[in-house]
Nanobody, 122 residues
């Protein structure tokens, strides 16, 4: 059974940082492009970042570029998202997901985690 399990969310003040993790189970993690997607309260899904299978290439939405950093450790079957300089508008449920063969700014994927909540408030 394919599973994605996110962790690392929480509440933080504006300007703060968090590191999200996504552990993959039941599939060969190192073979797949991985993504982070978020959903703010009352809004639709927003693709925010993608990393290729080997971790050499990364892509970001303009809304997070320069503040967030995606990475992966294929030996640990784990995807990461470092969130820096957080803003109130970054408040959202954050999901890891996969199913695309190459990085693109999509929000439709075959597999999703359950999400981890990030709340940015003073």
């Amino acid at each position: 059974e394919v599973r994605l399990v996110e962790s690392g969310g929480g509440s933080v003040q504006p300007g703060g940082s968090l590191r999200l993790s996504c552990a993959g189970f039941g599939f060969t993690f190192s073979l797949f492009v991985m993504n982070w997607v978020r959903q703010a309260p009352g809004k639709g899904l927003e693709w925010i970042s993608c990393i290729n299978s080997g971790g050499e290439f990364t892509y970001y939405a303009d809304s997070v570029k320069g503040r967030f950093s995606i990475s992966r450790d294929n030996a640990k079957n784990t995807l990461y998202l470092q969130l820096n300089s957080l803003k109130t508008e970054d408040t959202a449920m954050y999901y890891c997901a996969f199913g695309n063969s190459h990085c693109d700014a999509r929000t439709e994927f075959d597999y999703w985690g359950q999400g981890t909540q990030v709340t940015v408030a003073s």
